[in-house]
């Protein structure tokens, strides 16, 4: 398990895509986010105007925030050692769950959206990581390999309780908006899954993302968005409509995507996407004010 890419891919740049509905026509598409390093896990705020994301210039990354369009980056945290990965916002907008990869163990953080009351939730002698939060704001879902293999587990803030949710192996997760169903990928075999949150048997939705793109997906109110890496001659984001079951392609993506690393992220209703790409050496832009 890997999620900080190594600087040998080059670098990544987050672009922004624009349909005309779920799934549908292409409007436009423009480059947000674009420095000499990687910038991934790239997520966008609950109310579309800002981002959160991990941002690495030379050894271990931070994460960020910024306005929806790139402008105004703000550094969050400013780990010594270590990094923290695949940032997410609560559904209020006012806090920031992560991951932090300390020389020990993985644990799961949060941090409000002004970058202070900085605080882990999870402890333990294993990696708990790739955090997301139910609709409510009230727990955060996240993987753990405490019973030696990845499965998803429950964190409820209130009581500091925590409880497995999937049995069959999980990793990135996500609820529905209806909250009465998970959406989740598995770190060993790839593809996405879901299992009704009131009791029930996993179900295999589509055969992407693959292995190690685990985080190339994102739930919105009528479908899912995910990444087909294997396509040719480049990966290709798909959408998966809730109402009929079809996957439907949307989008050819003109460089390779990040491995292992969260790569895919949309608006509640559909019409935008965010996506990282690795860009080659000497197609690099700088953002200005990224210290």
Do not use: C
């Not at 997410?88 to 006012?94: A, C, L, N, V």
């Not at 055969?207 to 685990?214: I, N, Q, Y």
């Amino acid at each position: 398990y890997e999620e900080s890419p190594g600087v040998s891919q080059g670098a990544s740049t987050v672009w922004r895509a624009e349909v005309s509905s779920p799934g549908g026509r292409l409007l436009s598409q423009t480059r947000v986010l674009a420095f000499a390093g990687f910038t991934t896990g790239t997520q966008l705020s609950p109310d579309g105007q800002q981002l959160a994301f991990q941002a690495r210039r030379s050894g271990g990354g931070q994460i960020w925030k910024s306005d929806a369009d790139g402008n105004n980056p703000m550094q969050m945290t400013y780990f010594e050692a270590g990094y923290p990965g695949t940032p997410r916002w609560s559904p209020d907008g006012k806090w920031i769950a992560f991951d932090y990869h300390s020389r020990t163990h993985a644990q799961i953080y949060l941090i409000d959206s002004q970058g202070r009351n900085l605080h882990s939730i999870t402890s333990g002698n294993f990696e708990n990581v790739v955090p997301s939060w139910s609709r409510d704001g009230g727990s955060v879902y996240f993987a753990s390999n405490r019973t030696g293999n990845w499965q998803v587990w429950k964190h409820e803030l209130g009581s500091t309780r925590e409880f497995q949710i999937t049995r069959g192996g999980g990793f990135a997760a996500f609820e529905s908006y209806d909250a009465k169903t998970l959406y989740y990928s598995k770190f060993e075999g790839g593809g996405l899954w879901s299992v009704p949150l009131n009791g029930g048997e996993e179900q295999h939705i589509a055969a992407a993302p693959h292995l190690g793109d685990w985080g190339q997906f994102a739930v919105t109110e009528a479908g899912i968005y995910l990444i087909d890496s294997t396509t040719e001659p480049g990966p290709t984001i798909l959408y998966y409509n809730f109402s009929n079951r079809q996957l439907t392609p949307v989008l050819m993506l003109k460089q390779d995507t990040v491995e292992g690393t969260s790569n895919l992220a949309a608006s509640p209703n559909g019409r935008t996407l965010i996506y990282a790409q690795v860009e080659r050496k000497g197609s690099i832009l700088m953002a200005e004010n990224l210290q």
